[in-house]
């Protein structure tokens, strides 16, 4: 059982920085450690999209439309991943959202969401 929560969301102007947080609870630390995480997008009128993953080994994948700008990192002894985001546009205006799932496990884990408005 894994609990997620988001944050770090809010206004920012087209160029600018956000750095997203995704704190795990509810699982002790040699069970979050095997978990890929990954973070997602969705937009008003839109699909939500899959923005990158982390796996439990390191490895990362990003989509297109950010790779060059966002970087997902984690920590894991304090259980957290996180979304660094450089180079805003407004159409990286969304709600994102962080994911947990252990390959193999039916189990798949939302946080609820946190804003990012690029906007100036």
């Known amino acids: 059982q894994l609990n997620l929560v988001e944050s770090g969301g809010g206004l920012v102007q087209p160029g600018g920085s956000l750095r997203l947080s995704c704190a795990a609870s509810?699982?002790?630390?040699?069970?979050?450690?095997?978990?890929?995480m990954g973070w997602y997008r969705q937009a008003p009128g839109k699909e939500r999209e899959l923005v990158g993953t982390?796996?439990?080994?390191?490895?990362?994948n990003y989509a297109d439309a950010v790779k060059g700008r966002f970087t997902i990192s984690k920590n894991n002894s304090k259980k957290t991943v996180y979304l660094q985001m450089t180079g805003l546009r407004p159409e990286d205006t969304a709600v994102y959202y962080c994911?947990?799932?252990?390959?193999?496990?039916?189990?798949?884990?939302w946080g609820q969401g946190t804003q990012v408005t690029v906007f100036s």
């Open positions: 994911n947990g799932k252990i390959p193999g496990q039916r189990a798949d884990y």
């Open positions: 509810r699982a002790i630390l040699s069970t979050f450690i095997q978990y890929t």
């Open positions: 982390i796996t439990s080994a390191g490895g990362t």
